[in-house]
């Protein structure tokens, strides 16, 4: 069975301090890693896309790679307006399965 | 702009009603989704439509129903038959063949 597990749940960090959140899978016939930011009472906002182990990309101040088993989100010296969830996926044949997220809050 | 319009932001149901969610997007996308969020689970899929005039149940789709009479449109009925409808709902569109999605902004559906 397709299984995305993400950690920690949240995450707080204090503004300029590093860290990483993590997503582990399960999938048969993998289409792709996806990486969301939701925040509260909006819509997830796609961040990146990840398709073979090895591969990372970067945007601002987010970096994501991926591995067979698992993804990090790497998120260098963070601001408050990186307080959101973060929200890992996985492409099965037709659609998307989600991880539950991490709540991520960078306190000034 | 192109993006995806979901409508109304906020809906409240009375117990025993029908209630229609609307989703439009002008991204001249193939595929259209329809999810369930609710606090601490990831979002569930209820639908997907792949063209038009054709739609697939995913995990969750008792008590929901679904129709794609266009490209550009995707409504979602919760029906009196969903026990537990209370949830964010998010509508989400991808090109044909590519399962990357990308969300509108979500409806909040209430029962009081």
């Known amino acids: 069975e397709d299984q995305v597990t993400q950690s920690p749940e949240a995450l707080r960090l204090q503004e300029g301090e590093s860290s990483s959140l993590n997503c582990s899978y399960t999938?048969?016939?993998?289409?792709?890693l996806f990486w969301y930011r939701q925040d509260p009472g909006k819509g997830p906002e796609f961040l990146f896309t990840?398709?073979?182990a090895g591969e990372e990309k970067e945007k601002e101040r987010l970096k994501a790679t991926l591995t067979k088993k698992e993804s990090f989100l790497h998120i260098t010296a963070p601001k408050p307006e990186d307080s959101a969830t973060y929200l890992c996926?996985?492409?099965?044949?037709?659609?998307?399965?989600f991880g539950t997220g991490t709540r991520l809050t960078v306190i000034p | 702009d192109g993006g995806i319009t979901q409508s109304p932001k906020y809906l409240f149901r009375k117990e025993g009603q029908n209630v229609t969610l609307s989703c439009e997007q002008n991204?001249?996308?193939?595929?259209m989704y329809w999810y369930r969020q609710d606090p601490g689970q990831g979002l569930r899929l209820i639908y997907y439509?792949?063209?038009?005039?054709?739609?697939q149940k995913g995990d969750i789709a008792e008590g929901y129903s679904v129709s794609r009479e266009k490209k550009e449109s995707f409504p979602l009925t919760v029906t009196s038959a969903q026990k537990n409808p209370t949830a964010f709902y998010l509508c989400?569109?991808?090109?044909?063949?590519?399962?990357?999605?990308?969300f509108g902004q979500g409806t909040r559906l209430t029962v009081v």
């Open positions: 989400a569109s991808s090109i044909m063949g590519r399962v990357e999605a990308f």
């Open positions: 999938v048969s016939g993998l289409r792709g």
């Open positions: 990840l398709y073979s």
């Open positions: 996926a996985v492409g099965g044949a037709n659609n998307l399965f």
């Open positions: 991204l001249n996308h193939d595929a």
């Open positions: 439509s792949q063209i038009v005039n054709d739609f």
